[in-house]
């Protein structure tokens, strides 16, 4: 595998590979000296062209943790302003040898062209309200992590699904490994070719609470309230949000997760969030090991990048 | 080599470590994955029965460590677990057999990551030859010359020697 734009391009199988290989780097996090010099010689470059903290922060101590080099790039202090174009900003930097670009953008497909328009593998951090890979794998890693499996687990997705890139990746990637996945929205926030997906869809919390292994929430993005597809906030919080009373009813095991950045009181309840089923830091830290794994196998192990015969 | 002599080999191993290091304070065992882990099972409680004492006894795969990282697909093949501080401990390392030496220069490097042992010991079932790097065994179950296109096997049961098929 040469990029990383979409969770299909991993199926269930690489899914999995990418699990036990965080595993690993999970054991090197945890190192009085947390740092292997497996990728030591290799330049990843972070092309983000939309605001991030833990993606970015993530990517960046991932490929430092493998000895790598990064190369930062912010959009407000570069070229970019001048009116740059991507893709001659993918040239300029494709130029300085990365081996891996880290894209993050608002607009839909853009890692896809950036793939064709460099030799570096590509990494999808993020792009529009299309996919978020690495999320959706961390977040698996996250309930291997503590339910033992995805497979066979009840995932209900909660919020705005139709501009979320999270939920796309996660839908395929919690499916593809034999999960059931519920998603509850307001019918203004399903993405209109929702009825494809493999999941189930509910338009009340409250009918699937019960009966759940792990809820995850999306974050409302404020940003789309002046299209008027919710009503208010407060509304949003009354029939969709994991209040205290609605968290009483969950199964005392049942994870509560969410991608982060959080507005809390808005889609949980800030005591909910302070549950110990409550993973949203574990999903920060299982990110490291995860993009360190992503990195690994773009960058060192996979066996379509060696020449043949090579090595003893 | 027979089960009982890979047996009495680990055993007069096992003497030659406390004799080397004069008792078993501050010494811990570190099996490479996975070759080296059965072995330094064994090991250590050989010395267990000899001294009365179990020493830590930890598990290391170097894959991350290698230097022909990118030559070849590279995955570690076991977990990782030294849940002991080796700063001043006597670390010895144990591996099923030794060839060009690549590996352990792996695990040194991969120790650092842990402390900075006293000493770092190396004990293997056979030496095997073929050495491309300055390295060489404290405690050697067996001298087996070969050819470098033969492949070496070592386990309780027994040595096996095969050819490689290419």
Known sequence: MKHLLSINDLGAEGIDEVCRLADHFTEVSQRPIPKVPALRGKTVAMLFYEDSTRTRLSFEVAARRLSADVMGFSVSASSVNKGESVRDTVATVSAMGPDAIVVRHRSAGVPQQTAAWTHASVINAGDGWHEHPTQALLDCYTIRDRLGSVAGRRIVIVGDIKHSRVARSCVMAFTALGAKVTLVAPPTLLPPEVGSWPVDISFSLDAVLSDCDVVYGLRVQKERQSEALLPSLREYTAQWGLTVARAARLHPDALVMHPGPVNRGVEIAPEVLDQPNATLNEQVRHGVAVRMAVLYLLLAADPDLRPEGAGT | ?166
């Open chain 2, 1 to 166: 080599m027979e089960a009982e002599d890979i047996k009495r080999a680990t055993w007069r191993m096992a003497h030659e470590i406390i004799e080397r290091n004069h008792g078993l304070e501050g010494v811990v065992l570190v099996g490479l994955q996975t070759g080296g882990v059965w072995l330094a099972a064994d090991i250590a409680s050989a010395l267990n029965a000899i001294e009365g004492v179990e020493p830590p006894l930890g598990t290391l795969d170097v894959a991350f460590h290698r230097d022909d990282i990118g030559l070849r697909p590279l995955l570690p093949e076991a977990p990782t677990k030294i849940p002991f501080n080796l700063d001043g401990q006597a670390v010895v390392i144990v591996d099923d057999v030794l060839y060009t030496g690549r590996t352990i220069r792996a695990a040194l490097d991969a120790l650092n990551s842990y402390g900075r042992p006293r000493t770092v010991q190396l004990a293997v079932m056979v030496d095997r030859g073929h050495r491309e790097l300055p390295i060489r065994p404290d405690f050697v179950g067996k001298n087996l010359p070969t050819r470098r296109d033969e492949m070496v096997d070592a386990h309780r049961d027994g040595i096996d020697l095969g050819e490689i098929v290419k």
